[in-house]
């Protein structure tokens, strides 16, 4: 088992910037290939950002290419995500998310085996 605890949501302005955190407990922490997701009201949940074992290859969502920032610290066993040029519709409960290494880097909802609680990020207007 592997739990993921969020952090670092919050309320900013259109245009402000928040660093997500994900700590991992368990075990070990290195064989997993990590990812964000997000959920709106009303909406389902959206695939954001993964980044794959050694922190060498990054995916994005179209929607936030060129603002979000994913990375990781295998020592301290924590990812983040950072977010810039924050928008009203990036509002959503972020969570981070964690999948076997040995399954590739991956964006689909449904191969993620290990899910934080969330954190709950507000942009307004």
């Known amino acids: 088992q592997v739990q993921l605890v969020e952090s670092g949501g919050g309320l900013v302005q259109a245009g402000g910037s928040l660093r997500l955190s994900c700590a991992a407990s368990?075990?070990?922490?290195?064989?997993?290939?990590m990812g964000w997701f997000r959920q709106a009201p009303g909406k389902e949940r959206e695939f954001v950002a993964a980044?794959?074992?050694?922190?060498?290859?990054?995916y994005y969502a179209d929607s936030v290419k060129g603002r979000f920032t994913i990375s990781r610290d295998n020592a301290k066993n924590t990812v983040y995500l950072q977010m810039n040029s924050l928008k009203p519709e990036d509002t959503a409960v972020y969570c981070c998310?964690?999948?076997?290494?040995?399954?590739?880097?991956?964006?689909?909802?449904?191969?993620?085996?290990?899910w934080g609680q969330g954190t709950q990020v507000t942009v307004s207007s």
């Open positions: 998310a964690a999948v076997p290494a040995a399954r590739g880097i991956r964006r689909e909802t449904e191969a993620f085996d290990y």
């Open positions: 980044v794959s074992l050694s922190g060498g290859t990054t």
């Open positions: 368990g075990r070990t922490f290195l064989p997993y290939t």
